[in-house]
Structure formats: C-alpha cells, structure tokens
C-alpha cells in the first residue's frame, strides 16, 4: 500500500484514489450535501426531516405497496432501524400501514397525502444536486460515464468464479 499525500480540502489527490474510493466520496459528499438541503423539510411536528426519514419515505414512495422488509432490503438496513422510522412516519401521519388482502399478517406500506409536499420538493432537490454536481461535463462525457458505470454494475452483479 502506498503512502499518500492527503490535499488541503482533506481528500486524496485524484491520480492517489482507487475507484472504489472515489465512488465512496462521491456518494460521500452527495449525500452530506443533500442531507444539509433536506433538513430545511420539517415533519409536523416542527422536527427535521432526517437522513433516515427521507430515504425510508422516497422509497415508499417509489414501491408503493411494499412491505417493511422490502424497504429494508431496498435500502440495505435493517428492520428495527427501518420499523422505528417508519413508526415515525406514521406519527406524522406521512405513511400508513395497511393489511394485505391476501394474507392478513402482511402490512404493507403508502404514502398519505400530507407528504407529498415534502417528496415534491426532495424531489426538486435532487434535479437540482444532480443539475449541479454535472456542472462542466458535456452530455457526451455523461453519457459515456453512465455507460461505463453499467459495465461496472453489470461486472459486480455477474457470477464470478475463484
């Protein structure tokens, strides 16, 4: 391993980071920034709306229907931490729980009216983070980039023998 010079913004210089290290930084920094922005997004109860809180709801948002241990597996954490911030987002009366009309022990999860406000506007937070952070790059070099990271989604989805 080799010793590396850290800059003064506190990050490796580039020709120094692996790719795994600069992907861990880029969603690093996305998140902190988009973290800063959401917490002007209060729940009713005057609260802000936390990392936690955000996540659990934009993906009920986008799997209506799902199940707590789908959002959980979708999210990749766990299901107490998921079952806490969704009880309290069922306080503020953002989701609610309903029981499957298959099978009764299911309980499946939507978005109340009352949130919609909060996702529309995480919504235009996330055009205009993704509008920024792409400052400077032709929509060549973005559309090479995305191919370029399917490959690499693709290759880490693929059965790999040892």
């Known amino acids: 391993m080799t010793s590396v010079a850290i800059a003064e913004n506190g990050h490796e210089p580039a020709a120094g980071r692996s790719f795994a290290s600069q992907v861990a930084l880029i969603l690093k920094l996305l998140r902190k920034r988009f973290d800063e922005r959401a917490g002007s997004i209060m729940l009713s109860d005057g609260k802000p709306l936390t990392r936690a809180q955000w996540r659990v709801l934009a993906a009920i948002h986008l799997r209506e229907g799902a199940t707590q241990r789908e959002i959980s597996e979708t999210l990749d954490i ?17 989701i609610e729980r309903r029981t499957d009309r298959s099978d009764r022990r299911v309980r499946r999860l939507y978005v109340k009216a009352p949130a919609m406000p909060a996702l529309e506007r995480l919504g235009l937070l996330s055009d205009r983070e993704e509008e920024a952070v792409m400052i400077g790059i032709s929509n060549e070099d973005m559309q090479r ?7 690499i989604i693709d290759n880490l989805g693929a059965k790999t023998s040892v």
């Open 145 to 151: 980039l995305s191919l370029l990271l399917e490959t």
């Open 78 to 94: 766990g299901t107490v931490a998921t079952g806490q911030t969704i009880d309290r987002l069922e306080e503020a009366e953002w």
